[in-house]
């Protein structure tokens, strides 16, 4: 289902593709093992990740995180006002985005509870998403 509301919210961004890739690898599923498959399935384009700040302290834990480093450009998004921890690596890129204070916890909650802001679901799936959550899972 989050695969079919991304698609819809992406479907016109040209440099973006959804992909279910990840659901048809062999468990359990790791971040290199994606990628990797990607770039074989697709070599003609370059694949970066986008990880949450909140990941890094955790990074050097993944499996063959070295070679993520090495092979991939790595945008990390800032989830807090608080985060100091800092990784230094030249395929590590720090954006510079506005901060959202919200996580995918926080957005199922408000919505079971009936409290959710509409400016933080997508139009396009608002009501898909309301449907889903207030009816079951």
């Known amino acids: 289902l989050r695969i ?3 698609r819809k919210v992406l479907q016109e961004e040209k440099h973006i593709k959804v992909s279910d890739v990840e659901t048809k690898l062999p468990l359990p599923s790791y971040t290199e093992q994606t990628l990797n498959n990607l770039k ?3 070599p003609e384009n370059k694949f ?3 990880m949450g700040a909140d990941n890094l302290p955790r990074f050097h834990q993944w499996k063959n ?3 993520i ?3 991939y450009h790595i945008y990390i998004y800032n989830r807090s006002s608080k985060s ?3 990784l230094l690596h030249p395929n590590i890129i720090y954006t510079r985005s506005p901060l959202l ?3 995918a916890t926080a957005v199922r909650s408000q919505f079971l509870n009936g ?4 400016h933080l679901i997508d139009p396009l799936i608002y009501d898909e998403v309301q449907n889903f959550y207030q009816h079951g899972q």
């Open 69 to 71: 480093i090495h092979q």
């Open 65 to 67: 995180y070295r070679s």
């Open 115 to 118: 409290q959710l802001h509409p």
């Open 4 to 6: 079919a509301w991304a």
């Open 40 to 42: 074989m399935q697709h």
């Open 84 to 86: 100091d921890y800092i």
């Open 48 to 50: 970066s990740l986008i």
């Open 101 to 103: 204070d919200v996580s």
